[in-house]
């Protein structure tokens, strides 16, 4: 019979107790044993609720107390020797330190995981000998099995992924990289055999990207090794997130089952499983339901999926599953107290998608005729859903199938802007600047939470943002910075903020996912066409603008990043949406330049996480991506400057698109990668002006002048002076205001003196 199967699930609980259980112990008001306490009860809860909904194979291992990448680099002792790790057990306040730095030591890279907005701890390769540290996998298959009697399946992430998302080696090092991890799997898998596990699942998402032959050959060697003195543990090697890029391959790595995703990719892997079939002997796990949007699943077109699959695999050897760790979606619709209902009934979350499972392997089993009502009602509430006028705006279509979407093209290029610009601006070389958010205070956040509940009137909160902008404008006044942001304390979110503004967007009221560590974001869902209502971010510009003789930046999150760090509607293209999203922007952009605001910065952090994973399918992707950007700025004045900003390092291969998005000045993180990101600018001549992130923001570490210093010099050794921009790596709303000052204090010191050596 065909059997159900989860790959993951989210940490975070229905509550988001996870986050609070964190934050307390990194605040001190909890111990370690507190922590350790509560996470167990959560995770236990997770596990719990996969087990009474009747799934078959259950992830266990999967929870964290951070992110998956760094426990598994922490399992296998890849530790970076700042860390002052001696080997043997690894210490929590080790852990944590890799995640988050310490006093002296600062924090691992950290990184969008594939196309999604989770972010890992990239694992820093030092040459170091790798030894294992504690075998997790077995350790939560106990507990599991142990509290609640759960035949778990383990997660583990694979070694040519692990391998992959690492940094810190050469091509040529990769053999002994490889030498060295072998035997610790090995012994990973073994203790899982001897306990008696009989399913394992090995994480290899990378099998979905552009990987070259050659490469596809070494996951082969890797993978014979592996298995080579098992006997009684089954391993699932497991994709996800698009088709996997060498099927024939993929299909004969001797392990005993495949996961492989069905909902994205194009159906690529449904016409390979066509074209060449399936292996009698294996078992195919089919993610068949979205694992990472929100939408409900028309069961009848599941059920059809499922059964063009058993064409090709027999019942008893296919598991059918979510098409991924159900970690990039929210906990249950059940918490949804407000949604419209027509709008809640198209909605499936982690608990309904495991129904959904459910509902499908059931009818498979007994037949669908015995579930009719449950079938009839999926297929009611989106025929109901998809008949919403909002869904349907006649003058969004028109609009976005208009002339408008090729009115992307500035009226003067770059280099006569960049004349025209500094004559009216006058700035100095080496400007300063910040990113655009300033501390969320817990009283900003309070405040804005009463006005919510209608504690305090409109004009009161108002009066509460424009003090708060007051305050900001005259310290980054004090401080001497030359181009001064409004400080973004009226937005909770860069999305929400606008999606609560726009037509087409509903918002939710426990929709969180994981972002990174215990910061979770509630994205907005974009259900029906987006359109401009009335102007967003005008009157904080403005008031904060009357303030000052500084240029103050208006500020706009961009057409991609909406799209990327929303839940998207999944009848239109993701193309269609951006362009609706594209030209509203454009509306308030030039609202603001009528109401006197000459710069304005569209945030685009998420451009790059939008990037499909096959590099075949990247031009396309940035050739709409790129142009929605542009018709959402194009249409301003010579002398408003456009910024943008992207908290991004890994610029290499995007470097043209970056540039192709003609903004004069872009701001992006690289203080993370520690200064990597400059060699891309020795191959490529970028011409724009451009600010290399000089600190780190994710950490409350103040970092000294000389730490800035050295970012500059670096700098410098590839950028002109007079295109050169100094900023933190991005927006400052997470941390304290004492650590803000102190820090752009700093930055301000260490560009004062690079100025002078000029
Ligand atoms: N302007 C935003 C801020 O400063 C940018 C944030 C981001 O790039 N993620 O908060
Ligand atoms: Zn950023």
Redesign the pocket.
């Known amino acids: 019979m065909v059997k159900s199967s989860i790959a993951g699930y989210p940490v975070i609980g229905e509550n988001r107790e996870w986050k609070r259980a964190l934050e307390a112990f990194w605040s001190k008001k909890i111990s370690e044993d507190d922590l350790l306490q509560t996470t167990k009860e959560i995770r236990l809860a997770n596990l719990k609720k996969q087990q009474d909904a009747g799934i078959d194979f259950i992830a266990v291992g999967d929870f964290t107390l951070y992110d998956r990448v760094l426990d598994t680099s922490v399992m296998f002792g890849i530790i970076p020797s700042r860390y002052n790790w001696k080997g043997g057990q690894v210490s929590t306040s080790t852990y944590f330190s890799m995640a988050r730095g310490n006093d002296e030591a600062v924090a691992s890279e950290m990184t969008k995981w594939f196309n999604t907005n989770y972010h890992y701890i990239v694992p820093e390769y030092e040459g170091q000998r790798f030894e294992l540290t504690e075998n997790k996998p077995l350790a939560a298959y106990r507990e599991a099995k142990k509290e609640l009697g759960i035949e778990g399946k383990p997660v583990l992430l694979g070694p040519y992924t692990l391998l992959k998302l690492s940094k810190g080696f050469e091509d040529n090092d990769v053999p002994s990289i490889i030498l060295q991890l072998i035997p610790l799997y090995q012994r990973v898998l073994q203790e899982l055999q001897d306990e008696g596990v009989q399913w394992v699942q090995i994480d290899e998402p990378i099998l979905c990207t552009s990987i070259s032959s050659d490469e596809m050959k070494t996951v082969t060697e890797i993978y014979s090794q592996l298995t080579n003195n098992l006997s009684g543990l089954n391993i699932l090697l497991q994709t996800y997130f698009d088709s996997v890029e060498h099927y024939t391959e993929t299909i004969a790595l001797p392990v005993a089952a495949i996961g492989l995703d069905f909902v994205h990719g194009r159906e690529k892997n449904l016409d390979n499983l066509k074209q060449h079939g399936f292996p009698k002997d294996k078992v195919l796990a089919a993610g068949i339901v979205d694992g990472r949007n929100v939408w409900r699943s028309n069961l009848q077109k599941k059920l059809t999926l499922t059964e063009t699959i058993q064409q090709q695999v027999s019942p008893d050897k296919l598991w059918i599953q979510p098409s991924c760790s159900l970690l990039h979606s929210p906990v249950t619709t059940r918490s949804e107290q407000k949604l419209d209902q027509t709008i809640l009934n198209a909605l499936a979350f982690a608990d309904e998608k495991i129904e959904e499972i459910k509902a499908i392997q059931t009818a498979l089993q007994y037949g669908k005729e015995k579930f009719t009502k449950v079938f009839e009602d999926s297929e009611a509430a989106l025929t109901a859903f998809n008949a919403l006028p909002a869904r349907n705006n006649k003058e969004v279509r028109q609009a976005t199938s208009g002339s408008l979407l090729s009115d992307s093209k500035r009226n003067l290029p770059f280099a006569e802007r960049k004349v025209k610009q500094q004559e009216k601006f006058q700035l100095p070389l080496l400007p300063t600047t910040?990113?655009?958010?300033f501390p969320q205070t817990p009283e900003v956040r309070a405040t804005r939470n009463k006005w919510r509940k209608g504690e305090i009137t409109n004009q009161q909160y108002k009066d509460f943002v424009n003090a708060e902008i007051k305050e900001w404008i005259d310290i980054q006044e004090d401080l001497g910075l030359d181009v001064l942001?409004h400080g973004?304390f009226e937005?909770t979110d860069?999305v929400e903020y606008f999606g609560e503004k726009l037509d087409g967007f509903v918002f939710t009221e426990k929709a969180w996912v994981q972002s990174y560590g215990s910061r979770c974001v509630k994205p907005p869902i974009i259900f029906g066409d987006v359109a401009f209502t009335k102007p967003m971010t005008v009157e904080e510009s403005v008031y904060a603008k009357s303030l000052t003789d500084h240029e103050v930046k208006g500020?706009l999150?961009g057409p991609v990043?909406i799209l990327n760090w929303s839940f998207v509607r999944d009848d239109l293209s993701r193309e269609e949406v951006t362009n609706q999203i594209a030209l509203a922007l454009r509306k308030e952009i030039e609202a603001l330049e009528a109401a006197g605001i000459h710069m304005i910065?569209v945030?685009e952090?998420a451009l790059r996480e939008g990037l499909p994973l096959k590099k075949a399918e990247w031009k396309h992707y940035l050739d709409w991506a790129v142009n929605a950007f542009r018709v959402s700025t194009a249409s301003v004045e010579d002398t408003t400057q456009i910024h943008t900003?992207?908290?991004y390092c890994d610029f290499n291969d995007f470097i043209e698109a970056i540039s192709a998005l003609d903004a004069d000045v872009i701001s992006i993180e690289t203080s993370r990668s520690h200064g990597d990101l400059v060699e891309a600018f020795n191959e490529y001549h970028y011409d724009k002006g451009i600010g290399l992130g000089v600190y780190d923001i994710h950490s409350p570490r103040v970092p000294a002048v000389e730490e800035m210093t050295e970012i500059i010099n670096k700098g410098l050794e590839v950028l002109e002076p007079n295109q050169f921009w100094i900023n933190p790596d991005?927006?400052?709303?997470t941390r304290k205001r004492e650590e803000t000052v102190a820090a752009l204090k700093n930055m301000v010191i260490a560009t004062v003196q690079a100025r002078e050596k000029l």
């Open positions: 910040t990113i655009g958010s942001v973004e937005r860069m500020m999150t990043t910065q945030d952090p900003h992207m908290c991005c927006g400052l709303k």
